[in-house]
């Protein structure tokens, strides 16, 4: 007998997965459009769509068989991550079907995220979309469980108080740091940030919008803060923990 197609998604996020491993998963953008061939030359997948980010690596797919599909997916993470299936399983989620619809429409709305209600994972999913499109599309029906998925997470912004809140992690962080310091200080506070990776730029932004111009950034590579430096010039970057 014929088994019926499934949507899946297969992945692991903050809060299922340390850092280390989500950082050998990710996928940078620039490498979507492989992921996705990669993934569909898979025996039992039909369609695939990766959704990449600090705090999650989701791969969403339609396959012929759940148990093979699921199966295939994993050791192809695991191939392309250096991480053992055996581990991988620890920290992996899998949904099907609309479970795995309502799971995307939760990340979307930004239920899912460290911050509720953050708007940066909307863009994300767009972004998906998007890169999809470029690439010959994303296939059928993942197409279709994205878009909607986009609508229901703008209709959950737009009709909701969700979003009302700190818009982001960075910002949060950004925010709750200067709430535990003295007014008086903020100004003349030299900041410390650790890791000048996509989010240690972002607080260094909003820091600098808050008028904190002092930072003092622990990195582990020199071209990021270089990056970080040309591009916000009125702010001054120590990168040596020697304080003058
Ligand atoms: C959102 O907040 C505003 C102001 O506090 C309030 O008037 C409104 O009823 C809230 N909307 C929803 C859907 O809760
Ligand atoms: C951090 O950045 C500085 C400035 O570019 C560089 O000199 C230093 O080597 C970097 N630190 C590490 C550990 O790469």
Redesign the pocket.
Known sequence: MKERSSIAVIGLSVHTAPVEMREKLAIPEAQWSRAIGELCNLNHIEEAAVLSTCNRMEIYVVALSWHRGIREVMEWMSKTSGIPVSELREHLFMLRDSDATRHLFEVSAGLDSLVLGEGQILAQVKQVVRVGQDSGGLGKNIDRLFKDAITAGKRVRSETNISSGAVSVSSAAVELALMKLPKAHFLSARMLVIGAGKMGKLVIKHLSSKGCKRIVVV????EK??AIREELKDVEII?SLSMR
């Open positions: 990195n582990r590579s020199a803060v270089e990168t």
